[in-house]
């Protein structure tokens, strides 16, 4: 696939690698081209873009950004009809402890009001950098799970078979609504990892026999 990364951070650099290793094509930008550039010389089929230059002809757009330079971020990109957005984005407080958004809406909800034309997606969200950036395997032969929740079914099947690319596991977390659910499940591993001790080698996933 062609994939727009927005977002130059740790984020946006785990997206770079392993989207690279999965032998997508990606374009990156972010608010320092230099800072993109740099990363798009570390890896093949990475290229760093101005942000105005970012969406070309991409199957889809990931938002690596805080989330409250996604908006910005987005518009700055240009024309976003039928466009599939992923939003990875979580509504944290300043000391990351707390959600500053819940209950009747979401960080996503959000997004998606302020850029209707775009198919906004929910995914990954639940990931520390560091588990994004070493990829899906974890000790005990476990592998990682990417929940994916949106509204439009053709922008939640490509990013799940984007997810799988990178050897991903993957749950259908329902419609965009469920954003509801999976930020505040961010902020519960947020919370082990940091608050508890637990590092940032953790992710959820659900289990069935």
């Known amino acids: 696939m062609k994939i727009t990364v927005i977002g130059t951070g740790n984020m946006g650099s785990g997206f770079a690698k392993q989207l690279s290793k999965a032998g997508h094509t990606v374009r990156v930008a972010g608010r320092d081209l230099a800072k993109a550039k740099a990363l798009a010389e570390q890896y093949p089929n990475v290229t760093a873009y101005a942000a105005s230059e970012a969406l070309g002809d991409s199957d889809a757009v990931i938002i690596a950004t805080a989330y409250d330079d996604a908006v910005p971020a987005l518009r700055g990109l240009g024309d976003l009809t039928g466009k599939v957005v992923i939003d990875i984005t979580n509504p944290l407080s300043a000391d990351y402890m707390s959600l500053t958004i819940g209950h009747s809406s979401s960080a996503a909800e959000e997004i998606a009001h302020a850029v209707p034309q775009a198919h906004i997606v929910k ?73 508890a001790g637990m590092g940032t080698s953790i992710a959820p996933v659900w289990l069935s026999k």
Do not use: C
Request: net charge negative.
């Open 123 to 195: 995914a990954f969200n639940t990931l520390f950098a560091q588990v994004l950036a070493d990829g899906p395997e974890f000790a005990d032969n476990h592998r990682g799970t990417v929940f994916v929740a949106a509204d439009h079914e053709r922008a939640k099947q490509t990013t799940v078979a984007l997810a799988q690319s990178m050897g991903w596991n993957t749950t259908d977390a329902g419609g965009l609504i469920n954003a509801r659910y999976l930020e505040p499940l961010a902020g519960f591993n947020i919370y082990l990892g940091y608050g």
